[in-house]
């Protein structure tokens, strides 16, 4: 990892097992409403994701939003699609982002807009995610966007990117990672986690392939708030695997019970997953329930988080 | 804007076209990289990912857009396993499509090297430069 003044980068790289969150989607222009919910999340995420129009609905852009999340102290990462920008819009965003002292990015294809509220959309996809992951690596590292012209000087950025080891086809999962960390992915963001034994499959395969010292893996976890949120997430949110087993354990409990066992059941895959070796951190995330967000954070023992102010030093480190 | 095609392209398309849309339902992009998506066009991809499969495959191997479709990376993984030539080209890292040739004879534009012109700021190695 190259530096960057990135704290999530520099907690990574000193050893600490990191714990994001996510700014839940925001409809308002009125920056209170971000800039609270954002502060509702600090001191128990060390970075929080925005999200770009998220399950293709549209919501406050991930650049505005993720300015704001650090105006409230906590250090955002700048989610974007390919879906809804081309490669000079893609480029435009990544420089202002960084102009606005975002310093974590995150490259993702996006849910198709067929999952969304505007389904009659014309979607851009330009480039692919993994083209997006170099080209944002060359901006940093070159200081040059595609065309090849040079910016006044280049942006700094820890560059993330995503994969979904349970979709198939399973096999071509870790190749593609290692695709990604080739094309200049830092730090990965899998998708939810219900199913461990297959990310500990993954991950043993990506620890085949010599990728695990080259790039922080950090699962993600949900926080089902019930039975039915479950149900709905599995069938509905594009990429999301829920074994059976942990959707009868949810509907074996009464519906106002269900809340807690959703948090005993994310705790516990929590647990399992600092287990398993290559596994860097947890991305905790629930559907517009920060409480639930928090008490996991709390409940799996991830508290005290490292002081900000260690950011500052060790963003010296080279 | 596409770029124009001469009288001899024209030709060439008119054999290529029928050809390779029976074949492998091509979509005419005029940069054909079959041999690194196990001869399954990417460009069938609804989301035209030339690089791999997105998170969305549902657990069946369809497509999260058209669940009535197979995934054509699902469909590509496979096929490149059965390549003996070209399996690692699976690994390639394809560059951005150039939307200019949308429409002309990818044979035309491998034989005069036109489908190999990168944006200048493409960097094919970058990471590898980098680490040295
Ligand atoms: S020329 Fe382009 S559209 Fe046609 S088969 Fe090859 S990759 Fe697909």
């Known amino acids: ?318 | 804007m596409n770029e124009p095609v001469s009288l001899l392209g024209r030709a060439v398309i008119a054999i290529e076209r029928p050809l390779k849309e029976a074949v492998w339902d091509c979509r005419m992009c005029g940069q054909c990289i079959l041999h690194s998506t196990g001869l399954s066009c990417p460009m069938r991809c609804p989301k035209n990912l030339r690089n791999g499969p997105c998170g969305g495959v549902r657990a069946d191997g369809a497509c999260e857009v058209f669940p009535d479709r197979p995934c054509v990376w699902v469909e590509a993984w496979e096929g490149s396993r059965r390549l003996p030539l070209w399996r690692d080209h699976a690994d390639h890292l394809n560059p951005p499509v150039d939307w200019r040739l949308q429409g002309s004879s990818s044979w035309i534009n491998l034989a005069t090297g036109r489908d190999r012109r990168r944006p200048r700021g493409w960097v094919s190695e970058a990471a590898d430069a980098q680490r040295a």
């Open chain 1, 1 to 318: 990892m190259r530096s960057a003044p990135s704290r999530l980068a520099a907690l990574l790289r000193q050893g600490h097992f990191v714990v994001t969150a996510e700014l839940s989607a925001i409809d308002s222009p009125d920056p209170a409403v971000t800039l609270n919910r954002a502060a509702a999340l600090r001191g128990h995420a060390d970075a929080v994701n925005c999200t770009d129009n998220t399950g293709a609905h549209v919501h406050l852009s991930p650049l505005a939003a993720a300015h704001l999340v650090s105006e409230a102290g906590v250090e955002p990462i700048m989610q974007l699609t390919t879906r809804d920008r081309n490669r000079l819009g893609l480029q435009a965003d990544l420089l202002g982002a960084a102009a606005l002292g975002v310093r974590n990015v995150l490259i993702m294809s996006g849910d198709d807009v067929s999952a969304g509220d505007h389904p009659e959309a014309r979607s851009s996809y330009d480039i692919d995610s993994m083209q997006l992951v170099r080209i944002a690596r060359t901006m940093r590292d070159q200081g040059t966007y595609l065309s090849g012209r040079r910016m006044e000087s280049a942006p700094s950025f820890f560059i993330g990117a995503v994969e979904n080891p349970f979709a198939p086809p399973y096999d071509f999962r870790p190749a593609r990672l290692a695709k990604k960390v080739e094309a200049g992915a830092e730090f990965i963001q899998t998708q939810l986690v219900f199913d461990v034994p297959r990310l500990d499959a993954f991950m043993r395969r990506a620890g085949d392939l010599g990728l695990l010292e080259r790039v922080a893996i950090i699962p993600s976890v949900a926080v089902p708030r019930s039975a039915r949120g479950a149900r709905f997430m599995k069938e509905k949110v594009p990429g999301v695997q829920i074994p059976d087993a942990v959707l009868r354990r949810l509907e074996a409990v009464p519906v106002a019970r269900q809340a807690a066992e959703g948090i005993r059941i994310a705790v516990e895959i929590v647990n399992q997953l600092r287990d398993i070796a290559g596994v860097r951190g947890v991305h905790v995330i629930a559907i517009r329930w920060d409480e639930g967000v928090l008490t996991v954070i709390e409940e799996a023992g991830l508290l005290p988080r490292p002081l900000a102010g260690a950011g500052a030093a060790v963003a010296a480190l080279p």
